[in-house]
């Protein structure tokens, strides 16, 4: 089971950190990954990370600005966020993958949990 949560309104140019608790099987057994869903679109691929958290890949509309990162002693993925921008706008859902490799691929993740809403205003 997964709960993710830290979304809320935020002006452009601000941050924001996402928080993600995983449940049930050991959480250093997943890969993790982010996706995001804006009103009207497709669901898309944010960042993801292995699960030592060596590894990491993100979208490159988000790469430079958002930082994944995993405390496996607490369960917990995180999606720091920052220089937010209005088109960033959307709900973000966190993702386990039932392996320890990453992907970008949405089908390659087994579990989800709900969304959290993330706005920028501008």
């Known amino acids: 089971q997964l709960q993710a949560y830290g979304g809320g309104l935020v002006q452009a140019g601000g941050s924001l950190r996402l928080s993600c608790a995983a449940s049930?099987?050991?959480?250093?057994?997943?890969?993790m990954g982010w996706f995001r869903q804006a009103p009207g679109k497709e669901r898309e691929f944010v960042a993801t990370?292995?699960?030592?958290?060596?590894?990491?890949s993100y979208a490159d509309s988000v790469k430079g600005r958002f930082t994944i990162s995993r405390d496996n002693a607490k369960g917990t993925v995180y999606l720091q966020m920052n220089s937010l921008k209005p088109e960033d706008t959307a709900n973000y859902y966190c993702?386990?993958?039932?392996?320890?490799?990453?992907?970008?691929?949405?089908?390659?993740?087994?579990?989800w949990g709900q969304g959290t809403l993330v706005t920028v205003s501008s």
């Open positions: 993702a386990a993958r039932g392996v320890i490799s990453t992907t970008t691929r949405r089908e390659g993740f087994d579990y």
């Open positions: 049930g099987r050991p959480f250093s057994s997943y890969a």
């Open positions: 990370i292995n699960w030592s958290g060596s590894y990491t």
